[in-house]
């Protein structure tokens, strides 16, 4: 919202000095108004009036545009979050929407407006009636707005490429982070039990077995386990529990941790290293003493400067009739999102002591995990037809999903940083434009007295890299304090350097030069001040002959 909020300010800086310097052009127009008898109050309305009606058409143009583009993008949202999250299933361009544009349009017309409307408003008949008005349009009052309109251009478009190129590069370094398992060659999938088919654990140990077993002798399939949920999902299973040698906890303020019910394939499938003691096994059977294995989150946590190993553990809350459980080895830390700074204590019991009916399945392949889909989707129903797999998909692609909100939110802030440089680079342009077009005459007594094309081109994009200069040192201030008070709110999701700083201020130089450069209004000047110059060129030899 805030990026959208800079691209509206950038668009109406743009506009206003659009609108200031074709004003400018009436001058004389607004005098003769004004002596028929024109008021302030005329004189303004009509401006206003006018740039108001710019705005609204824009503004249905824009309005177009953005039911297009949400047509657009709620394609790329993964169909689950759009399923879970609220509002997305409504997420359109209505009744509301068009007014609140309407409204919109109507203020920022006001307001571009307004500079123009201020000055012309209070024209000196003289000065606007004496060869066309030119004191009046060259007066430094006015050329100070017109700078300053460009500062303010350059600035913004800054703030919004650095808060882009942060967003991005955050976003890659949230893909490439080790979260603590190998994503890749890893196929997932669900499976919810019916409840009065698999009421027996017994029963449900078994299909387990049954549906691991063969899924394990598929064609390149290297191991399968099954897991409570995904690491996505890992925090809808906080659990509280009881430490041994640690005092009893009071009601509500027990610790707590991630508590996965796990087959012993699962550390080999997501390869979770081992840092202490052992993994689970099958031997870790119904009938076996309770064990579990812990994270190293939580055995820093739980057991500082001890060895959890042969520690005991009760999981659920204060007085719960659960099994002690004996820590019997602790495996690497597993972060179940990306997002996450640090890890989450965790705690891995096996299914064969508690089993669940649902669970979610990682299967680890050889090659492309999906290939293996519709076979894995086959040994599910000779094992039992009536329970069928859902959400298939990659672990890689869990990962992804996981962060498409940061991954939409990246691809919009390079949308507006391209929307913010090519604002800029237009302003840049029609500034300078404009302001060649005013100074044909001094051009013209310029290269009568032996000026060359590179010396006027010198003139003009010199001027407008200091424009440019001063406008990068207020965005890069600005841009600094953004991306602090981001990344401080946003750990991970907003990530900038000193090379992303140097390269954006560059890019935005580079356009900028190039945009004075390119004002085809200086060649146009220069050619039709060719005859100028070349009278002025006569009278001074005719005046030194004399």
């Not at 691209?7 to 609108?19: E, T």
């Not at 657009?72 to 929407?97: C, S, T, W």
């Not at 982070?177 to 009065?196: I, K, N, P, W």
């Not at 890890?343 to 990682?362: C, K, N, R």
Request: proline share 5%; charged share 15%.
């Amino acid at each position: 919202m805030g990026a959208a909020a800079f691209v509206l300010l950038l668009g109406s800086a743009n506009v206003a000095n659009l609108q200031l310097a074709r004003a400018f052009t009436r001058q004389k127009e607004i005098a003769l108004r004004t002596g028929l008898g024109a008021t302030r109050w005329h004189i303004g309305r009509q401006l206003l009036v006018e740039s108001t009606l710019l705005a609204l058409l824009g503004s249905g143009g824009a309005f177009l545009l953005a039911n297009w583009g949400n047509t657009l993008m709620r394609r790329n949202i993964p169909p689950f979050i759009v399923e879970h999250v609220a509002g997305l299933k409504h997420l359109q361009v209505d009744v509301r929407v068009f007014l609140f544009t309407l409204a919109i349009a109507v203020v920022t017309g006001i307001i571009t407006g307004l500079a123009p409307a201020w000055h012309l408003a209070r024209p000196n008949l003289n000065d606007a009636l004496k060869e066309g008005g030119r004191s009046s349009s060259l007066s430094v009052t006015r050329h100070r707005l017109r700078t300053l309109l460009v500062i303010s251009e350059v600035a913004l478009s800054l703030v919004l490429l650095v808060g882009a190129g942060a967003m991005v590069k955050g976003f890659q370094a949230l893909v490439a982070s080790d979260m603590g398992f190998d994503r890749s060659h890893v196929l997932t999938f669900h499976v919810a039990l019916s409840e009065q088919k698999y009421s027996d654990k017994d029963r449900i140990r078994g299909y387990y077995a049954r549906v691991l077993r063969d899924i394990g002798a598929l064609p390149g399939v290297e191991s399968a386990a099954s897991v409570t949920s995904l690491p996505s999902g890992w925090y809808w299973n906080w659990v509280e529990f009881a430490a041994e040698g640690k005092p009893p906890a009071a009601p509500g303020e027990a610790p707590s941790a991630i508590s996965q019910i796990v087959t012993p394939g699962f550390f080999s499938s997501l390869r979770v290293p081992l840092q202490r003691g052992r993994l689970l096994t099958d031997q870790d059977g119904a009938e076996a003493p309770p064990v579990a294995v812990i994270s190293a989150e939580m055995a820093k946590q739980t057991w500082p400067d001890q060895n959890p190993l042969g520690k005991h553990i009760q999981m659920g809350p204060p007085g719960a009739a659960g099994p002690s459980r004996t820590i019997v080895g602790v495996a690497g830390d597993v972060k179940p999102v990306a997002l996450d700074h640090d890890p989450a204590p965790t705690v891995y019991i096996p299914l064969s002591q508690q089993p669940e009916p649902a669970s979610a399945f990682v299967v680890r392949t050889s090659g492309d995990p999906l290939a293996l889909a519709s076979s894995v989707a086959t040994q599910l129903r000779s094992v039992d037809p009536e329970q069928p797999a859902y959400d298939v998909r990659s672990l890689e692609q869990v990962v992804s999903d996981g962060l498409s909100g940061v991954e939409l939110s990246s691809h919009l802030m390079l949308l507006f940083g391209f929307c913010a440089l090519t604002l800029a680079a237009a302003g840049i342009f029609a500034v300078m434009a404009y302001s060649v077009r005013q100074r044909t005459h001094e051009i013209g007594v310029r290269m009568a007295l032996g000026a060359r094309r590179v010396d006027v081109l010198r003139l003009v994009v010199g001027f407008a890299m200091k424009v440019t200069v001063v406008g990068l040192l207020i965005g890069l201030s600005l841009a600094t304090l953004l991306t602090r008070a981001l990344s401080s709110a946003l750990f991970g999701v907003v990530q900038t350097d000193f090379a992303t700083f140097a390269l954006l201020t560059f890019l935005l130089a580079a356009v900028a030069a190039t945009a004075a450069y390119n004002a085809r209004a200086m060649g146009d000047a220069s050619r039709s001040h060719g005859g100028t110059a070349l009278r002025m060129r006569k009278k001074c030899r005719l005046y030194s002959k004399t």
